[in-house]
């Protein structure tokens, strides 16, 4: 039988629930945008601005939540409810403000590109796929911080675990900045083909971080 982070017995409901759930929080991130191009008629630029901020948003939070717990963990206490909170805001400031510089410094590209001669990409509406795109990230984010605390989990092992994570982000990263230019230059329809394609191609990512790693060059074995 597995043991969760607390060291109590893990059973396979639970585990099942656990998984459920985490697709459930890959979904929500994901299908709000394609949502929105196919029933709303979004346009390809509003389409890439969610997929550069859920990109650097994940990057963010994986970044953020090494620091917090790294600097939990030093003080050789555990936290209280408080200080949890704390700790969770703190998590959440820090990854929103990597993920606006991170796609201010890389994804600015990869919209103007895709934008030309669409003054609607920055719309009222981004603003629902983007929260759920946060709020499914805090809720995911908050279940590591505690199991990584509760486990003390050392700074390298948490590294190693996240890095085949990190590596599948920046790949996304990369072709979303690639397509870009075929998402401007296509019609309709084969813009609509892209969007689902670089969807599924993010879900999968999420559910299973290792692939890009597998069948780019760059990801090693």
């Known amino acids: 039988m597995n043991v969760d982070a607390n060291g109590s017995g893990n059973p396979a409901g639970l585990f099942r629930a656990r998984a459920a759930a985490q697709v459930?929080?890959?979904?929500?991130?994901?299908?709000?945008?394609?949502?929105?191009?196919?029933?709303?008629?979004w346009s390809v630029g509003q389409?890439?601005?969610?997929?550069?901020?859920?990109?650097?948003?994940?990057?963010?939070?994986?970044?953020?939540?090494?620091?917090?717990?790294s600097e939990r963990l030093a003080t050789r206490?555990?936290?209280?409810?408080?200080?949890?909170?704390?700790?969770?805001?703190?998590?959440?400031?820090i990854a929103l403000v990597a993920a606006l510089f991170l796609g201010a410094l890389f994804g600015w590209i990869t919209v103007v590109v895709a934008t030309q001669g669409d003054s609607h990409t920055f719309d009222r509406a981004l603003l629902i796929p983007l929260a759920m795109t946060i709020s499914a990230g805090l809720?995911?984010?908050?279940?590591?911080?505690?199991?990584?605390?509760?486990?003390?989990?050392?700074?390298?092992?948490?590294?190693?675990r996240d890095q085949p994570a990190?590596?599948?982000?920046?790949?996304?990263?990369a072709i979303i900045w690639f397509?870009?230019?075929?998402f401007a230059q296509s019609g309709p329809h084969v813009a609509f083909a892209l969007a689902i394609a670089l969807t599924a191609l993010f879900?999968?990512?999420?559910?299973?971080?290792?692939?890009?790693?597998?069948?780019?060059?760059?990801?090693?074995?």
């Not at 859920?54 to 970044?63: E, P, R």
């Open 179 to 182: 397509i870009s230019a075929q």
């Open 203 to 221: 879900i999968l990512r999420d559910l299973r971080p290792d692939f890009l790693r597998r069948i780019l060059p760059l990801g090693g074995s």
């Open 139 to 160: 809720v995911a984010v908050s279940t590591q911080y505690r199991a990584d605390l509760a486990a003390q989990v050392a700074e390298a092992t948490r590294k190693a």
């Open 166 to 173: 990190i590596f599948a982000l920046l790949a996304s990263a």
């Open 47 to 69: 389409f890439l601005v969610c997929a550069v901020f859920n990109t650097t948003w994940q990057i963010g939070v994986i970044a953020a939540t090494n620091i917090v717990v």
């Open 77 to 93: 206490s555990m936290p209280d409810a408080s200080q949890r909170a704390r700790d969770l805001w703190r998590l959440a400031m």
């Open 24 to 41: 459930v929080a890959v979904l929500a991130r994901h299908l709000p945008p394609l949502v929105g191009v196919f029933a709303y008629g």
